[in-house]
């Protein structure tokens, strides 16, 4: 057995690849449109050599009431390189850091549709530093 991939259903299509694929770096490797269906599904990498984990995002055309969000699904989670320049690139781009790095290792984020992702430090965790070692926690993470 194998993981493939998580499914996200999200309300609004261009808001969440921009926040996807824009604002937190994966990239879109296919899409499916179904007419029949009446949705669109579009996969998503991180791009990284050996890592075959893909985000499915589900749209459905006709949906009309809001998903309820939640945390049920747990959250996303991603290694990166940097955590503390990659908070700072996110909250320079608009996204709400929900619980800042302070330990140099963890930090969390959500989507438009209110998704959790965790963000890891690749290796040991970073120095503590600031603005992240002061701040404080923000709503539901």
């Given at each position: 057995?194998?993981?493939l991939h998580t499914?996200?259903?999200v309300r609004d299509l261009p808001a969440a690849l921009d926040f996807f694929v824009t604002k937190l770096g994966l990239r879109e490797v296919r899409r499916h449109e179904s007419q029949a269906g009446r949705f669109t599904l579009v996969f998503?990498?991180?791009g990284?050599?050996?890592?075959?984990?893909?985000?499915?995002?589900?749209y459905n055309w006709d949906?009309?009431?809001?998903?309820p969000t939640g945390r049920f699904f747990g959250h996303l989670a991603y290694e990166v390189d940097d955590i503390h320049q990659t908070c700072a690139r996110l909250?320079?781009?608009?996204?709400?850091?929900?619980?800042p790095p302070r330990d140099g290792r963890m930090a969390f984020i959500k989507s438009p549709d209110g998704h959790s992702i965790e963000l890891l430090?690749?290796?040991?965790?970073?120095?503590?530093?600031?603005?992240?070692?002061?701040?404080?926690?923000?709503?539901?993470?």
């Open positions: 057995m194998r993981y499914m996200l259903r998503l990498s991180s990284a050599d050996g890592d075959p984990a893909e985000v499915e995002l589900t949906a009309d009431a809001p998903y909250r320079d781009a608009g996204v709400v850091i929900h619980r430090q690749k290796g040991g965790a970073l120095t503590p530093a600031e603005p992240w070692a002061s701040m404080a926690n923000v709503g539901e993470w």
